[in-house]
Structure formats: structure tokens, C-alpha cells
């Protein structure tokens, strides 16, 4: 099953809507065939396994990550195809949130004469597919929030300096984190200061870019901006407010750019509004960089599922520098937004933290 969970890793940010699932195909202790499933409308991880394993599938095992599916979709059903191939047992990881499985895939399989085990490894495959579960359950995208800061918190200097806060090891991540999302978004602040093209470079050009979504209320972008730029076939999204000046909006609209316009509220783009959005366009991972007002408003919106926490081991110690998160207005040490840190690892000399949001129930 661990392996079968490396498989459907490859797979994130490349299967929306569906989820990524790995599977592996064992007999007599032997792995013979494995698959996962690389695009959506392309065969489904026990297809290429079953496929890769042909004769050998009969009396065999088959692990897999996801509960297999049993309904026509833009790929026939996966229980056919295990049935058909002779599969003995069939260990799956957790069951599919999708109505129209359920559970249903279990049964299928268990009237056909098939063992079925479920639930191995079912807490690591569910944080796999944790964005395919909340858009399955809500139509809105899994947003994960990344910083990157001294130890006092500051994201750039006074001046808006901010190459390097991190180390290398720390920034290769950050772009394998592109890779495995469906889509990266900053604030217009981030695109004047830094004019960044937000796509994954990866050693030996093995990544894919994701759809760049800037939140731009007053449409302010350039239109010659690298957000925008030809380079990459992922495409850009600006979100703009109702109220952006037509002309721009159509300056950015010719220079390529997906423009939507959006309900505003106090901070600018609804966001709410524009998660909406980015879910009935098949976002499942939303993974924002910043800057810091638009990590205010995602938090203060309880728009944030995860955050991701990279400290420096350097101080800035000016209270102009740009602090990592603005605009969230607390008064008081109680009224302070509760974390749970999940985890605790290290790139070269910096640390990241993952953390996650508390109830405040």
C-alpha cells in the first residue's frame, strides 16, 4: 500500500476533478504489475495495473489507495474490470466520497465473490487526496497557504526586498509544491514587486506549471507581465473586482489573460466569490504565495485549510519590514488564531512547519 501511495502521488495536480490513486497488483508475495492514474478521461489506476499484469491478475491481489469505482464515467467501471480479471482479494485504503461509489464499489465486488479489505493506510491516502475529498464534499479548492519569513516574521525589507528569505532546498520545494497543485495564486502586490512567472522549474523539466490566478481588484496587472507571459501553456486567471476599469480589463484580456470579475467586499475580491470560482473550474489544490494582505484576507475569510510555515534562520529586526501576514485586525492575545502544528522538517538551514488551523468552536 506505501507503494501504491507513491504511485498516486505522481499524480497530483494532473487528475481533476478526479482524485490521484496508485495500485499495485501482488501474487504470491511478489508485486507483478503496478499503475496510477496520470489525467482525467485516461484509464484509472487498476486499469493500467490490471493491464500491466494481464494473466497474472488472476487469484492475485490488487492494492489499492481509493475505494475502486463502480459507475460509467468518462472510463467504464473499475469493479468490471477486477471482476473480469480474476482478482482474489482487493485492499483498498479509504472509501470514495463520491455518491455514486461509496461504498458501492465494496459491495459490487464482494457479490462477485471477492475479499475486500479496506482501511490500510486509510489516514496518509486520505491527506493524499485530501483536495479531491473537499471538492467532492463542498465544490470549493483545498487552499494551502505558504510563507516564507525571518525568525521575527518579516517576509521582505523595507525597500520590498525579498530574494532570498529561504535557502535553495527550501525553494526546489516550493516549486515540486507547484507541481502537485492545480493551481498557485498571489495579490497584485506580489506581481508589481516582484514580477514573478509563478512557473514549476524543476531539475530535468519534470514538472507542470499550474494555472496562475492573481487577485488584482483594480485590474492593475501589466499587461507585459510574466504572470501572463507566453512561456507557459498553464494559462493566467486575474480575478478583478466589479468595479476595475473596463480598459484595463480588456488590456489583459488581449495580452492573454483569463479575466473574471468578481462581487468585492471590504478587502477587495470577494474571496469566497472566487474559491467558488476556481472549484467549478476543476481547482481541487489551490496553493497561495502570498503576499501579505492576501494571507490576511484568506485567513481572516477561514478560507486557509493548511499553512505552510518556512522560517529563516536570519532577523531583519525593523519594524517597516513587511510582516508575513497583515490585516487581520486582533486586538488581543485571546482572540489570536489557534494552530496545530502537524509537522516539523528541515530544508538545508531553514525550517518548515505545518500547521493547520484550530477549531475555534
Known sequence: MRRALELARRGLGRTAPNPAVGAV?????????????????????EIEALAAAGEAARDADLYVTLEPCC??????????????????????ACSDVDPRVAGQGETILKAAGVEVISGLLGDEAKRTNEAYFKHKRT???????????????????????????????????????????????????????????LTTRLPGDEGRDALRVVVDTQARTPADAAVIGPDSEAGCLIAVGQSAPEERVKALRTAGAVVVA???????????????????????????????????????????????????????????ALDAVVGLDIAQMAQALHLSIDDVERFGDDILLTVRLCSQD
Open 25 to 45: 497488483v501482488v501474487r504470491d508475495g511478489q508485486v507483478v504489475a503496478e499503475g496510477w492514474h496520470h489525467a482525467a478521461g485516461q484509464p484509472h489506476a
Open 71 to 92: 459507475h460509467y464515467g468518462r472510463t467504464p467501471p473499475c469493479t468490471d474490470a477486477i471482476i473480469a480479471a480474476g482478482i482474489a482479494r482487493v485492499i483498498y
Open 139 to 197: 465544490g470549493l479548492p483545498f487552499v494551502t497557504l505558504k510563507l516564507a519569513c525571518t525568525l521575527d516574521g518579516k517576509v521582505a525589507g523595507r525597500t520590498g526586498d525579498s530574494k532570498w528569505v529561504t535557502g535553495e532546498q527550501a525553494r526546489e520545494y516550493v516549486h515540486q509544491l507547484r507541481d502537485q497543485n492545480d493551481a498557485v495564486m498571489v495579490g497584485i502586490g506580489t506581481v508589481l514587486s516582484d514580477n514573478p512567472a
Open 262 to 320: 468578481l462581487p468585492e467586499d471590504d478587502r477587495g475580491v470577494d474571496l469566497q466569490a472566487l474559491m467558488a470560482e476556481l472549484g467549478r473550474r476543476d481547482v481541487m489544490g489551490l496553493l497561495c504565495e502570498g503576499g501579505p494582505r492576501l494571507a490576511g484576507s484568506l485567513l481572516a475569510a477561514g478560507l486557509v485549510d493548511r499553512l505552510l510555515l518556512f522560517y529563516a534562520p536570519k532577523l531583519l529586526g525593523d519594524a517597516q
